[in-house]
């Protein structure tokens, strides 16, 4: 959503554009609602005035600016109840979670790791984080150092470390108890569906936004059913897209005319 190349070349070409995001906030803001990213508490209810001015004004400016003039249809990988509520323009469709039918299944060593304990904690901080990274000690509080190369080389009984995962077939186990994420937002919509109580430990980007949605929400797992079969709405919209008469039109029957008039006529300052 944050490509500029892309959306510099689709407005030279005067082609529509249909971004693709895991929140809601930079695309139709309300008064109460703000964003981690911007260093700001997703709810301003209980902010003073000096925080309430910069996180809806100061901070939000550039970025809601850029998105909202130059993108015709946004899909929201995500769901009310997750988020907070608010309406929506009729050309920012909610299609979240999107969870696919069918996910590979364990590897039989992996079904042989999680079949044999009881209580499995999973850990899984994304597709950046690499074993390479790791002390080979770990120096621990109590004075005492742990060394991490048979941890690391799963050498350790209990401790099984894999490049890869398949992470929905992990999650729907029933000996997975616990899952320790990043909170990125594909993790916690699996999660989420499954229904697998999560600990989170975000880094950056939407993960902090993400983590603090989780706290305020609970359990999700009626909603996160619910709402993972819209998306077949948003394949439709794109076969809607692809099918136009013509593709050098903004998605007038989409787009409601307040995005493209500007501050004072929209407002009826004018008048």
Do not use: W
Not at 41 to 61: A, G, H, M, V
Request: aromatic share 10%.
């Amino acid at each position: 959503m944050f490509n500029d190349a892309c959306l510099d070349v689709a407005h030279a070409l005067k082609k529509s554009v249909v971004g693709f995001m895991s929140f809601l906030y930079v695309i139709d803001t309300q008064t109460y609602k703000s964003d981690p990213m911007i260093h700001c508490n997703i709810s301003l209810e209980n902010e003073s005035f000096l925080e309430r001015f910069k996180c809806t004004i100061i901070r939000p400016l550039h970025i809601i600016s850029l998105l909202l003039l130059r993108t015709s249809l946004v899909f929201v990988d995500t769901f009310f109840g997750l988020e907070l509520p608010q309406a929506l323009p009729s050309n920012v469709q909610e299609i979240g979670p999107i969870i696919s039918k069918d996910y590979p299944l364990l590897t039989p060593e992996l079904s042989n790791f999680i079949n044999g304990h009881d209580r499995v904690l999973y850990i899984a901080f994304g597709v950046m984080t690499s074993k390479n990274d790791f002390s080979p000690t770990l120096n621990l509080t109590n004075g005492l150092q742990v060394q991490t190369s048979s941890i690391l080389n799963n050498e350790h009984p209990h401790i099984r470390i894999t490049k890869f995962v398949p992470q929905f077939a992990v999650l729907i186990h029933t000996n997975t108890k616990l899952f320790f994420s990043h909170g990125g937002a594909g993790s916690i919509h699996e999660s989420l569906f499954i229904g697998t109580p999560m600990l989170v430990l975000p880094i950056g980007g939407d993960q902090i936004d993400n983590a603090q949605k989780l706290k305020s929400a609970g359990r999700m797992k009626v909603l996160a059913k619910i709402n993972s079969k819209r998306k077949y709405r948003a394949a439709d919209l794109i076969e809607y897209i692809l099918h136009r008469g013509s593709f050098n039109q903004e998605l007038k029957e989409l787009i409601p005319a307040d995005k493209r008039m500007g501050f004072i006529r929209r407002n009826n300052y004018d008048v």
